[in-house]
């Protein structure tokens, strides 16, 4: 019992789940810690899919100055309440997501892949094509080339498919979904800017 009761104890600290889910999930895995962490993230990923239909009209601004003072972010994030908005673990969120903006350069293009400028786009195509016409590789291979230079450009110039900061083995979307696990609610992020000298 007592092993049961740090075991719980132990998930509800790493996960921020409510008691009940945590001794649910435990049970469903036979007292395995690991599987118990995976059915918590499967039920969170769930619900955090039914949370994202929701409007996200709340929020917050966030600001974050890089201590030289060359680099700052202004970001913009959202959620369902104003009392969301208040909690810890928002803002922590929201401070999180605008340091891991500051850190990259070159800065994200746009929030979410679709939403890259289709000039961007263009131009860095081009680029690929150029460079696989000069490898001098076949046109069948040159084509797969760009197409995977372009998968990966996408994907690392849309802040929510980036490797987040603090912990690449991690996306900045996989932050946003615990986050959603956690408060309960829809969080979006909305946009963001990003000044340096």
């Keep these: 019992m007592a092993t049961t009761i740090e075991k719980i104890k132990q998930l ?19 007292g395995d810690l690991d599987g118990a962490r995976r059915v918590l993230r499967e039920r969170g990923q769930a619900i955090a899919q039914k949370k994202s239909s929701r409007e996200a009209g ?6 974050y100055v890089h201590f030289n003072g060359r680099v700052g972010v202004l970001l913009e994030v959202n959620c369902e309440t104003d009392f ?6 928002f803002k922590e969120f929201a401070h999180n997501v605008a340091l891991h903006v500051a850190s990259h350069n070159p800065s994200p293009a746009a929030v979410r892949p679709e939403d890259i400028p289709q000039e961007v786009l263009d131009e860095e195509r081009q ?20 197409e995977g230079r372009m998968k990966k450009f996408v994907s690392e110039r849309a802040l929510l498919t980036q490797e987040y900061v603090k912990e690449p083995d991690k ?21 963001f800017v990003r000044y340096a000298l």
């Design 12 to 30: 509800r600290e790493e996960t921020a789940a409510g008691m009940m889910d945590v001794k649910r999930a435990l049970e469903e895995s036979d």
């Design 58 to 63: 709340e929020g917050l601004i966030e600001s």
């Design 84 to 89: 969301v908005a208040r909690t810890p673990e």
């Design 127 to 146: 680029i690929a094509e150029t460079q696989a016409a000069n490898s001098g590789k076949p046109e069948n291979i040159q084509a797969r080339i760009v």
């Design 171 to 191: 996306t900045v979307e996989d932050l946003l979904q615990e986050t959603i696990q956690k408060v309960g609610e829809n969080v979006v992020v909305r946009r």
